[in-house]
Nanobody, 119 residues
Framework: QVQLVESGGGLVQAGGSLRLSCAASGSIGSISAMGWYRQALGKQRELVARITSGGVTNYADSVKGRFTISRDNAKNTAYLQMNSLKPEDTGVYYC?????????????WGQGTQVTISS
């Protein structure tokens, strides 16, 4: 099994910054990718940012230029640096990990961390 523990959420004013961390532990094996998703109240969960094992990143259009995803492979930890935060960034942020097992990919989720941006 794989465990993901997120930290770094909180309440900040618009224009502020937060840094989320996601530490993976357990039977990690070969990580294909790690990412961050978010879910606002009453809305579907959406991709925020993702980084592959090769370091390729992709971002939601709404966060490009403001958010940066990174990974520390030695620590099996992913980070999401969020700058210039807006009220619409409010939501529960979930860490995601895709683990390669042979030809298959297994997906794991963290418990989520609340991010609230006040206007």
């Amino acid at each position: 099994q794989v465990q993901l523990v997120e930290s770094g959420g909180g309440l900040v004013q618009a224009g502020g910054s937060l840094r989320l961390s996601c530490a993976a532990s357990g039977s990690i094996g070969s990580i294909s990718a790690m990412g961050w998703y978010r879910q606002a109240l009453g809305k579907q969960r959406e991709l925020v940012a993702r980084i592959t094992s090769g370091g390729v990143t992709n971002y939601a259009d709404s966060v490009k230029g403001r958010f940066t995803i990174s990974r520390d492979n030695a620590k099996n930890t992913a980070y999401l640096q969020m700058n210039s935060l807006k009220p619409e960034d409010t939501g529960v942020y979930y860490c995601n990990l895709d683990r390669r097992v042979g030809p298959s990919i297994s997906t794991y989720w963290g418990q989520g961390t609340q991010v609230t941006i006040s206007s």
